[in-house]
């Protein structure tokens, strides 16, 4: 009924067009604006939507043999379902997964699957590794050979790795992790229940709340949803997005709206408590991130991205951050209790809401040796250290594990005294009567 409506209401309209001559080309040219704009409506509603997310997820997966058979099917199982859903193509998102072990092994790369049932498929087929756990190899091998451009990995899209682990490695992960997040990969850890708190804290992107999960390996599906969630939302297109916020700076990442060719970009940073102290940098047009530092801490920051160009218009964009508490860590160390083989140690803690998730204290001889290391949970500041050398100095670090991922050390010499010695005999004090012999 709509549409014979719409022709008998055109008929007379056309009529009276074809009897005024000079009225003709008018009635063309509305003709033709509505057709393109109901063309626009369709594509619109029936096309690709212009918010598909573009982006590079990188599956982590613990594959060593300290991970059973059982755990080892469940995570299996668990991914599969996680990116069934996600919108995979070449213009979208692309999955690879790589195995921890003794050595790196990629499954498969980038772009070797195109739809949610292939990866499925290629995820429920693949074998355990076993071997020694070492995270850390893998993360290197993860940047240089899928994360970096001249590896093929498409420049300018968003890129986030997802690690699954029981929580252990055989080799340091902190700086490997760290050189990605430099690169702006933001990093979603899943720890199946067995994982150092502070480490793994430290490892994810912030804040740690958002980006670490503990889970059962049976209850791993309950993450899911939430989970795949803030994983498109780490690669919505189009879009100036702030990661790694501290208190005093943060890393922006935009999508490639310029070439070195067609422009520039000009980056603008304004404190809202000081509108007139604007900061200004001019980048290339083949930027795609930036980081800001020597921010103050707790405040607003207003962002906007301008590209400029003579080619095209690019339309501004614009974003606000606020930056976290200010993190302290501890400001006084206390040695106290010193026996020959025994201290305390004693430290102002970090208060406030930013306040330390733990601390490490490590105490190790100045003239080499070994070390010792306690974890000390957040809420406590002093420890007991045992089993240490007589008539030694040592160095003991406290380090505070801050809720952004970073961390904030103090260190303070101590000596610890000779073991107990026998006793010289007093000599006998004369008699009252003071007679010799």
């Not at 707790?298 to 962002?303: E, F, G, K, P, R």
Request: charge should be neutral.
């Amino acid at each position: 009924m709509r549409g014979r409506g719409f022709l008998r209401g055109r008929g007379p309209a056309v009529a009276r067009a074809a009897a005024h001559p000079g009225a003709q080309a008018w009635t063309a040219l509305g003709l033709a604006l509505s057709l393109r704009l109901a063309l626009t409506r369709s594509s619109s509603e029936g096309g690709p939507s212009a918010s598909v997310p573009q982006g590079d997820l990188l599956l982590l997966l613990d594959s060593s043999a300290s991970v059973s058979h059982y755990e080892f099917s469940r995570v299996r199982e668990f991914l599969g379902q996680l990116v069934t859903p996600l919108p995979l193509g070449p213009g979208a998102l692309r999955v690879s997964l790589v195995h921890v072990g003794s050595q790196p092994y990629t499954e498969f790369p980038f772009g070797h699957h195109s739809s949610g049932g292939a990866v499925q498929d290629a995820i429920r087929v693949a074998a355990q590794r076993m071997g020694d756990t070492n995270t850390g190899l893998a993360l290197a091998y993860a940047k240089e050979q899928l994360f970096a451009e001249a590896a093929g990995a498409r420049p300018g899209v968003p890129k986030v790795l997802m690690w699954v682990t029981d929580g252990g490695s055989s080799d340091p992960v902190g700086p490997p992790m760290q050189e990605l997040k430099d690169l702006g990969v933001t990093v979603f850890i899943v720890s199946t229940g067995r994982g150092n708190l502070l480490e793994l804290s430290a490892a994810a992107s912030a804040p740690a709340e958002k980006h670490l999960h503990f889970v059962d390996v049976d209850d791993l599906h309950i993450i899911a949803q939430e989970l795949r969630r803030s994983v498109l939302d780490a690669m919505q297109p189009q879009q100036l997005r702030a990661s790694e916020v501290m208190s005093d700076g943060f890393h922006l990442a935009w999508p490639p709206l310029l070439t070195a060719e067609s422009g520039y970009y000009v980056l603008e940073l304004v404190p809202s408590a000081e509108p007139r102290a604007v900061r200004r940098q001019q980048l290339p047009g083949n930027t795609t991130s930036w980081t800001w530092t020597g921010l103050d801490p707790d405040s607003d920051y207003d962002v906007t991205l301008v590209p400029e160009s003579n080619v095209h218009f690019v339309r501004p964009q614009h974003l606000r951050v606020h930056t976290l508490p200010d993190e302290a860590g501890p400001e006084r160390i206390v040695i106290s209790h010193v026996r020959p083989r025994s201290l305390r140690v004693s430290w102002s803690p970090a208060l406030g809401p930013a306040a330390a998730l733990g601390y490490h204290v490590q105490l190790g001889p100045l003239q080499g040796g070994a070390v010792h290391r306690v974890e000390v949970p957040a809420g406590r500041n002093s420890t007991t250290l045992q089993g240490l050398a007589p008539a030694t100095d040592y160095l003991v670090t406290v380090t505070a594990v801050l809720r952004s991922g970073r961390e904030k050390a103090l260190s303070a010499k101590a000596c610890t005294p000779d073991g107990e010695r026998s006793r010289a005999p007093r000599p006998r004090p004369p008699d009252a009567g003071g007679r010799g012999p």
